[in-house]
């Protein structure tokens, strides 16, 4: 256990659905992250979040929407994804928004997209 | 932008034995940390070391900042060990390797 929960673990849906992904610290942490880790490839940072406020977007489609409504909670809403959208979406968080902070990872949500 | 290189990409081992991975990176780096992704997916933080040598438990991990790489050495395997292995950099923001997928049989 990390300290970083995530919910569903494992997510199915078609192409025009819409589904949100969430994100959970019990840390006590002020930057949370979500990263998405395909087959094959490195992972990849997508939004990174300080005191709820967003400060990356990492050339993230729109149909990936984050939302941050307090320092301990972070969604990821879905919409109209593509079927090469399917990958494992990760949170993660850190004390600071410091890249020398460790950053501790949830366990994933794993997405398939018919 | 710079490049984070993980070596080798996949590795068996028999269960006792030893492994060295190594991750190699482009430009200077203030952070690096490992990480072990266990096969359910989570990602466990293993070590920050932006330069030196630390040790926990069974596993140890040496950066040597001024040549850009860095080495993590796991002793007496486990099955518990298998999983794939990331270093990651920091280069605003992290960027990670492709990984060390490590299986290790009984």
């Known amino acids: 256990e990390t300290g970083v929960t995530q919910t569903p673990r494992h997510l199915v849906m078609g192409m025009t659905n819409k589904k949100s992904l969430k994100c959970e610290q019990h840390?006590?942490?002020?930057?949370m992250y979500w990263y998405k880790q395909s087959a094959k490839k490195p992972l990849e940072l997508m939004f990174v979040?300080?005191?709820?406020?967003?400060?990356e977007n990492n050339s993230v489609p729109s149909r990936f929407s984050p939302e941050c409504p307090n320092s301990s909670h972070l969604f990821l809403h879905l919409h109209t994804l593509q079927p090469e959208d399917s990958a494992l979406y990760l949170c993660?968080?850190?004390?600071?928004?410091?890249?020398?902070?460790?950053?501790?990872f949830g366990p994933g949500t794993r997405l398939l997209v018919l | 932008g710079i490049q984070v290189e993980q070596s080798p990409p996949d590795l068996i081992l028999q269960e006792g034995a030893n492994s060295t991975l190594r991750c190699n990176f482009s430009?200077?780096?203030?952070?690096l940390q490992w990480f072990h992704q266990n096969p359910w997916g989570q990602l466990i933080n293993l070590f920050y070391?932006?330069?030196g040598t630390k040790q926990n438990g069974r596993l140890s991990a040496t950066t040597v900042a001024t040549e850009r790489y860095s080495l993590l050495y796991i002793s007496s395997s486990q099955t518990t060990d298998s999983g794939v292995y990331f270093c990651?950099?920091?280069?605003?923001?992290?960027?990670f390797g492709k990984g060390t997928r490590l299986s290790v049989i009984a």
């Open positions: 993660a968080s850190s004390r600071d928004l410091d890249y020398q902070e460790t950053q501790y």
């Open positions: 840390l006590g942490h002020n930057a």
């Open positions: 979040y300080n005191f709820k406020e967003q400060t």
């Open positions: 430009d200077s780096v203030n952070n």
């Open positions: 070391i932006p330069s």
């Open positions: 990651a950099v920091e280069y605003t923001p992290l960027v």
